[in-house]
């Protein structure tokens, strides 16, 4: 069973950075589909970022944060600069994509392992 595990949320201000990661362990990262989403009170959940051969981005983190693997760790990572408080959210990590020809669509529903999450508060 793969299980998700995120870690590197926290508080900090506006303009602040902060670096997610998440190890997959008994799953084989290398060119696979996986991927950050989150979720803020109050709206739907919202796929951050993708990455299977390359990286696509939501509109509203493009130029701010970027995803990255370490295959051999079975890792992946967020690094989030540049942080606005509209980022406040819980962030999840995200593999198994059941259509991998799809990845970039960055739709959820198409993800079968999840993380718990890890929350990112973004705050003066």
């Known amino acids: 069973q793969v299980q998700p595990v995120e870690s590197g949320g926290g508080s900090v201000q506006p303009g602040g950075t902060l670096r997610l990661s998440c190890v997959l362990s008994?799953?084989?990262?290398?060119?696979?589909?996986v991927g950050w989403f989150r979720q803020a009170p109050g709206k739907e959940r919202e796929g951050v970022a993708v990455i299977d051969v390359g990286p696509s981005y939501a509109d509203s983190v493009k130029g701010r944060f970027t995803i990255s693997r370490d295959d051999a760790k079975n890792t992946l990572y967020l690094q989030m600069n540049s942080l606005r408080p509209e980022d406040t959210a819980i962030y999840y990590c995200?593999?198994?994509?059941?259509?991998?020809?799809?990845?970039?669509?960055?739709?959820?529903?198409?993800?079968?392992?999840w993380g718990q999450g890890t929350q990112v508060t973004v705050s003066s």
């Open positions: 995200a593999a198994g994509h059941k259509v991998p020809q799809w990845c970039h669509s960055r739709r959820g529903d198409l993800f079968q392992y």
């Open positions: 008994g799953y084989a990262t290398t060119s696979a589909c």
